[in-house]
């Protein structure tokens, strides 16, 4: 099993640039989710999803979207990058009640 | 997700000495979790404590849920330079959980 799997692992983007943070798992896990960390930070929820076709706003959603159209897939979209979105991406799933979660191994995001 | 405050914000200790980081609510928890993120990388599941009053112990690591489910510590004893992270307790909602800014332990060789 290779888990929770991100990619790409680092991307620079210029301001009002687009681009899709990618985001797979292997467990069939329902839940999964997508965080965002800043430096020194916790993490904030953007987006969840608790199964195919259902997706839910968290936290700070703002210039985000996502889209879940098979278990296996949660891919972050990001429409006109700003400087503020420079982040680390975290992309994680759950596969039920009981156990936590599994994270990739995130997606550093600079904004230029 | 239920707010949970994560005490203390830094801690830097000597290799060999004992850490202690304390997770408080406000209100009753069903369950709480534990995660450790090595810097530069991703958080890590490490216990998830359920019942009233639970103690696990994974090696050095001993992990307690107040009586009350109110609170949680998470205790190190003769910290190594591997222990190097920072440790959350998320808040638990409906299936999401809330990260705080965790516990960053330095280790000193």
């Known amino acids: 099993n290779a888990g929770v799997t991100q990619t790409p692992k680092f991307r620079i983007l210029k301001i009002g640039q687009s681009m899709t943070l990618q985001c797979t798992q292997d467990?069939?896990?329902?839940?999964m989710y997508w965080y965002r960390q800043d430096p020194g930070m916790g993490l904030k929820l953007i987006y969840y999803?608790?199964?195919?076709?259902?997706?839910d706003k968290g936290e700070v959603p703002n210039g985000y979207n996502v889209s879940r159209s098979t278990t296996e897939d949660f891919p972050l979209r990001l429409e006109l990058a700003a400087p503020s979105q420079t982040s680390v991406y975290f992309c994680?799933?759950?596969?039920?009640?009981?156990?936590?979660?599994?994270f990739g191994s995130g997606t550093r995001l600079t904004v230029v | 997700g239920q707010q949970v405050m994560q005490i203390p914000q830094y801690q830097h200790v000597q290799e060999g000495e004992d850490f202690t980081t304390y997770c408080n609510s406000s209100?009753?928890?069903?369950?709480i979790q534990w995660y450790k993120q090595r810097p530069g990388g991703h958080p890590v599941f490490l216990i998830q404590?359920?019942?009233?009053?639970e103690v696990k112990k994974q090696k050095r690591l001993t992990f307690q849920f107040g009586e009350a489910k109110k609170n949680s510590s998470l205790h190190i004893t003769a910290t190594q330079t591997t222990d190097v992270g920072t440790y959350f307790c998320?808040?638990?909602?409906?299936?999401?959980?809330?990260f705080g800014k965790g516990t960053k332990l330095s280790v000193i060789p």
């Open positions: 994680a799933s759950l596969g039920g009640i009981g156990v936590g979660y599994t």
């Open positions: 467990m069939n896990h329902n839940y």
């Open positions: 999803s608790v199964g195919a076709g259902i997706t």
């Open positions: 209100t009753t928890l069903s369950n």
């Open positions: 404590l359920v019942k009233s009053g």
């Open positions: 998320p808040g638990a909602g409906s299936y999401q959980l809330t």
